[in-house]
C-alpha cells in the first residue's frame, strides 16, 4: 500500500509569489490534514479536509488557503509568500475523522522563499 | 482551547538512563492522546495512543486527567531512541511544539 505522497519535495519561491503543494493521501482515507513544521514553533496545524470540505482551520493567515477533490487528494495554496512562510510543510492522511484514527504523514515539501 | 505544551526543547541523557518526556494538554472533553516519533530523515509517525495502553519500544505514557498529562516514558534509554518525539491530541489533531531526546553513548 503506498503512503502519502507530496509533491514536490522542495520548492524554492520569491516574495510575493504563490506556490501550490500537491498531497495524495493513502488510498481509501478520506481526511487529510495540512502542517507547518519550523525548529522554532513546531508542528502547527494548518486545516484539515474531509469529503471535499474544510473541517477545521488553524489559525494562519487568509493568504493560505486548501482544497480537497473527489479523490481525496489536496491541495495546499499560499499567495504573496513571506520570507517566514519558509518551512516543512506535511501532509496527514487518516481513514476518517474519527478522533482514535492514526495518521500518516508524507515525507513534506520543504519550501523556502527568498 | 485546544492545546498541547512539551516544556522541553531539549533532553539529553546517557545511554541506560530513564527518560521521561513532558507532555500536558488542555481539552473540554475526553481527549484522546498520542505520542508520535520523528526519526532523523524519516516520516512522523504514530508511536503510542493512551487508548491503546501498550508498550512500544520500551515506552509507555499514562494519561493522568487530573494533572491533565500525558507524560512518555522508558526506564533505560538506548542510542536508537535518539529523535523528535511530539504529543498530540485529538479532535483535530493538535501537536505540541516537539521534544529532541538525544541518548549519549
Known amino acids: 500500500k503506498a503512503g502519502v505522497t507530496q509533491t514536490p519535495r522542495y520548492l524554492i519561491k520569491t516574495r510575493g509569489q504563490q506556490v501550490t503543494l500537491s498531497c495524495s493521501p493513502i488510498?481509501?482515507?478520506?481526511?487529510v490534514s495540512w502542517y507547518q513544521q519550523t525548529p522554532g514553533q513546531g508542528l502547527q496545524f494548518l486545516f484539515e479536509y474531509f469529503s471535499e470540505t474544510q473541517r477545521n482551520k488553524g489559525n494562519f493567515p487568509g493568504r493560505f488557503s486548501g482544497r480537497q477533490f473527489s479523490n481525496s487528494r489536496s491541495e495546499m495554496n499560499v499567495s504573496t509568500l513571506e520570507l517566514g512562510d519558509s518551512a516543512l510543510y506535511l501532509c496527514?492522511?487518516?481513514?476518517?475523522?474519527?478522533?482514535?484514527?492514526?495518521?500518516?504523514f508524507g515525507q513534506g515539501t520543504r519550501l523556502t522563499v527568498v | 482551547a485546544q492545546r498541547v505544551t512539551q516544556p522541553e526543547k531539549l533532553l539529553s541523557v546517557f545511554k541506560g538512563a530513564p527518560v521521561e518526556l513532558k507532555c500536558n494538554y488542555s481539552y473540554s472533553g475526553s481527549p484522546e492522546l498520542f505520542w508520535y516519533v520523528q526519526y532523523s530523515r524519516q516520516r512522523l509517525q504514530l508511536l503510542l495512543r493512551h487508548i491503546s495502553r501498550e508498550s512500544i519500544k520500551g515506552f509507555t505514557a499514562d494519561l493522568n486527567k487530573g494533572e491533565t498529562s500525558f507524560h512518555l516514558k522508558k526506564p533505560f534509554a538506548q542510542e536508537e531512541d535518539s529523535a523528535m518525539y511530539y504529543c498530540a491530541s485529538s479532535g483535530k489533531l493538535i501537536f505540541g511544539q516537539g521534544t529532541t531526546l538525544q541518548v549519549k553513548p
Open positions: 496527514a492522511s487518516t481513514l476518517s475523522r474519527g478522533r482514535r484514527a492514526e495518521a500518516f
Open positions: 488510498s481509501g482515507h478520506r481526511s
